[in-house]
């Protein structure tokens, strides 16, 4: 068997063994909106295969195709212009993010998913953590090295941030404060 059939195999292999826990990541990331997951998905791997036939697999796969999800969902949302939400408060859309009822509304998803993307990478992803994966305060202290009122720190002023930038970008576009 030639180097190229073994890379070719192994990615397969881990096509199989992440493909299924990436799509549920991205699908959470999107509220549900399953084109988006599914285009995020597909794309994440499009770029994966690519990278992977040059340079073979990276040791945690599943990882990588995490971060290149999160990028390209950054950049999607970046882009695209949440519509305004004139009965709805920067208040109420955090709460429906933090007790996990923003996905019950397209218009609250992308508003939040907006927000998301403009905060610093860090912050962003200590909120997904603890509110996409359903990761404890404890999960994420033991991963990061950090103690767990620190952790609860972060996500305290992560919070507060993310709720600035939902004023920002809903007063921006139009909703009401």
């Known amino acids: 068997m030639s180097a190229k059939d073994s890379t070719e195999e192994r990615i397969v292999t ?12 991205v699908s959470r990331c999107c509220y549900g909106d399953r084109t988006l997951a599914e285009d995020v998905t597909q794309e ?15 040791d945690k796969p599943l990882a990588w195709l995490i971060t290149v999800a999160r990028n390209l969902l950054a950049s999607y949302y ?4 949440p519509a305004p939400l004139d009965s709805v408060s920067p208040g109420e859309v955090l709460e429906a993010f ?6 019950r509304s397209a218009e609250i998803a992308a508003m939040v998913c907006h927000a998301l993307a403009r905060l ?10 603890f509110h996409f994966e359903d990761r404890r305060v404890a ?4 991963v990061s090295g950090l103690s767990e009122r ?10 507060q941030r993310l709720r600035r930038e939902l004023e920002t970008v809903m007063q921006f576009e139009g909703g009401n404060r």
């Not at 994440?44 to 990276?58: E, F, H, Q, Y």
């Open 78 to 81: 970046r882009r695209k212009r």
């Open 14 to 25: 881990v096509y199989r063994e992440t493909i299924d826990p990436l799509y549920a990541y």
């Open 120 to 129: 610093p990478d860090a912050e962003a992803r200590l909120l997904e953590a």
């Open 139 to 142: 999960q994420i202290a033991a």
């Open 44 to 58: 994440a791997w499009l770029r994966a295969v690519r990278d992977w036939r040059r340079k073979g697999p990276p």
């Open 98 to 103: 933090e007790d996990g009822r923003a996905g």
């Open 150 to 159: 620190a952790v609860e720190g972060r996500l305290r002023r992560a919070r």
